[in-house]
């Protein structure tokens, strides 16, 4: 059976960029509904969040491709509002902050894996087999004298 998660327990890239753009457009769609066409900010920091979140989960490429289309939607849909993308100041603040925030997710992530990996126990104990009682003379001549009928001793 084929996992969507790699030995490290990040996500696929190939499955980590679509979640992330479905993840993208909702925070977006999310805070254009909330008045954030108004305050471009607003929309910054939901998509920040997401980029955030999913590049602890995922590798580079994937937070890379996100963090672009997070752009892509805050430059169109909300610096410009046409839908075109604006190259302006504002749009490269967006960038600058959305790239921060993909590498912070990055080093958060790596930091999260190495501490649940140093925690993890590499080797298996091993467990002695059980010991064998040491037999005893009188014990074993009591117990066939008993198994007998006759009294021990």
Do not use: H, K, N
């Amino acid at each position: 059976m084929r996992t969507r998660t790699l030995p490290d327990g990040r996500l696929d890239g190939g499955f980590a960029f679509p979640l992330g753009c479905v993840a993208v457009v909702t925070a977006a769609t999310a805070a254009g509904l909330s008045g954030a066409a108004a305050r471009p900010g607003y929309a910054l920091f939901a998509l920040v969040l997401v980029v955030l979140a999913l590049s602890a989960y995922t590798g580079p490429a994937a937070a890379l491709g996100v963090t672009a289309v997070a752009w892509a939607v805050q430059s169109g849909f909300f610096v410009g509002r046409a839908g075109q993308l604006v190259f302006d100041a504002e749009s490269a603040r967006a960038a600058l902050v959305l790239a921060a925030g993909g590498l912070t997710g990055l080093a958060l992530g790596a930091v999260f894996r190495f501490v649940r990996a140093a925690g993890q126990v590499t080797e298996i104990p091993e467990i002695p087999a059980p010991r064998r009682p040491v037999p005893d003379p009188a014990r074993r001549a009591a117990t066939a004298a008993s198994m007998r009928g006759r009294p021990a001793g």
